[in-house]
């Protein structure tokens, strides 16, 4: 089974892209994130087209989850249980299923914007939740994993330059705490290969010719237990995908697993 994690950074604008994508990767499941629209406008039809499925989460806003399968979808459930609100409504940041015996979840944790905001100690109450979330699942001998955006950086090797991010957000210690409590929880981190350079970044700014420097960082993640982890026979950056005209800010995560039975 092939499974993948990527930020498309809004569907509608990414849907050729993403379309021709899918049928080159030859994934069988894809963990989105930053939808950018509502449930209503997400391309089912376009998708089913390709012989998957959809389950989504989303408003309409900058926000916005989803699980696309051709393995099935099960047991869906939408929303982070337990999760913060912020401004009066819980956000479209998390959506979880099973396909083909695997049970995922898609996350987009809030960015927490600078370490004085109050969206920042709205992420850490978003990670307290979902640590608390996935515990049972984590501990569990079924594979499971978190993908998505963690908008964390796990290490200062996951920068390309910590002097950079001194003082902001995705790199803090208290971030990177909860990263280590969701671990804890039964998880570990499948770090992915680049396919070039040394370092597998997963995020570079539209900015300053960020992505021809790799002037990156390593943000989304795939989490998985024991079961999970012990399936996976590779797993690798997309670097490709973050090329030429219209492309996110985001290169997808690949992970290849061989299940038994």
């Known amino acids: 089974m092939r499974i993948a994690t990527f930020n498309v950074n809004s569907i509608t604008a990414r849907l050729p892209r993403l379309l021709a994508w899918l049928e080159s990767s030859g994934t069988d499941v894809v963990c989105i994130q930053e939808t950018k629209c509502s449930a209503e406008q997400f391309p089912h039809e376009q ?149 070039k350079y040394d370092r597998p970044y997963t995020y570079w700014d539209y900015r300053q010719l960020a992505f021809p420097k790799n002037r990156g960082m390593r943000i989304d993640l795939v989490y998985g237990n024991e079961a999970f982890a012990k399936a996976v026979t590779d797993a690798y950056v997309d670097r490709e995908e973050r090329k030429g005209k219209g492309a996110s800010d985001h290169a997808p995560v690949v992970v290849d697993l061989k299940l038994e039975g």
């Not at 099935?72 to 459930?77: H, I, N």
């Not at 850490?124 to 979902?130: D, N, T």
């Not at 501990?139 to 996951?158: C, I, S």
């Open 47 to 195: 998708l089913r087209e390709l012989g998957y499925e959809a389950a989504v989460n989303a408003t309409g806003r900058w926000n916005g989850v989803a699980l696309i399968s051709k393995v099935g979808l099960e047991d869906v459930v939408t929303g982070l249980p337990g999760g913060p609100d912020y401004e009066g409504v819980q956000e479209p940041r998390a959506i979880s299923a099973t396909c083909g015996g695997v049970r995922l979840w898609s996350v987009y944790v809030p960015n927490g914007r600078e370490v004085e905001h109050d969206h920042y100690g709205y992420k850490l109450e978003w990670f307290r939740a979902l640590t608390a979330a996935v515990a049972e699942d984590a501990a569990g001998p079924r594979p499971f994993a978190v993908l998505g955006d963690y908008n964390v950086a796990p290490t200062d090797e996951d920068v390309f330059d910590p002097a950079v991010f001194e003082g902001l957000t995705h790199v803090t210690p208290a971030e990177r705490a909860a990263l280590e409590a969701l671990r804890a929880a039964g998880l570990s981190d499948v770090v992915p290969r680049p396919l």
